[in-house]
């Protein structure tokens, strides 16, 4: 198996709305805070070898809205999806796989897109891979409850159905790949899907939104976007206790500076041990 970083780029969001119950005073020391108090996150997307297939982990924002909607998420650093697959070896026709963690649009926007630009010329980015979503996140995601609902973007999600690439893991035996499982989690919305597989003798976990920077370990650091904040505590608990024990390395899709970390159990709870590239494994 091989791993690539595949970097979409930089955007921004509201700090608070990052921290949910945490007051600035305290997240500000770890993510200092813009004039209108956004925080800079990436959107860090993983590329596995496995085998004949060619796995990529979620895909970015893409950049189908209107400037009105990009206004609002200050989009930058010079790394694009298909730059950084084509500095990987590879290009958006190799993709046989695209795993879908879950359907916020700064988790799969990328998938689709629009020809030249107009809409009335939609197209699957990776024509020849399955797009992965679940049965039950994508019943959640297609007739989406209120708070979730402007998260859940039809032109991102609809077509990967019409243009018969959508595909379903089966949950049952939360197996994806004959090496890769699946952890799900329900907190941050239904269904979420985390891959995890071993590389090089460790243990790698894609995080995602269960845990979208080190400065979300301690306990009460939980997004202010999740549906069932309660649930998280309990999932995040449960998951970095396992990830402590186990010598997890945990793969942060929105770190804006951290590509991977550890953690381990203190006297205050669990905390980060040791950040890292994923080359240095
Ligand atoms: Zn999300």
Redesign the pocket.
Known sequence: MNLHVINTGFFKLDGGAMFGVVPKTLWQRTNPADENNLCTWAMRCLLIEDGDRLILIDNGIGDKQDAKFFSHYYLHGEDTLEKSLNRAGFSLDDITDNFLT?L?F??CGGGVRYRNGDPAHVEMTFKNAKYWSNEAHWQWATQPNAREKA?FLKENILPMQESGNLAMVDLQNKQFTEHISVITVDG??DK?MLPKFQYKGHTIVYA??LLPSVGHIPLPYVMG?DTRPLLTLEEKQRFLEEAADQRYVLFLEHDGENECCTVTRTEKGIRLDRTFSLSEL
Request: net charge negative; charged share 20%; proline share 0%.
């Open positions: 879950h916020h700064d988790h998260s941050h919305t979420q995602a939104d976007y």
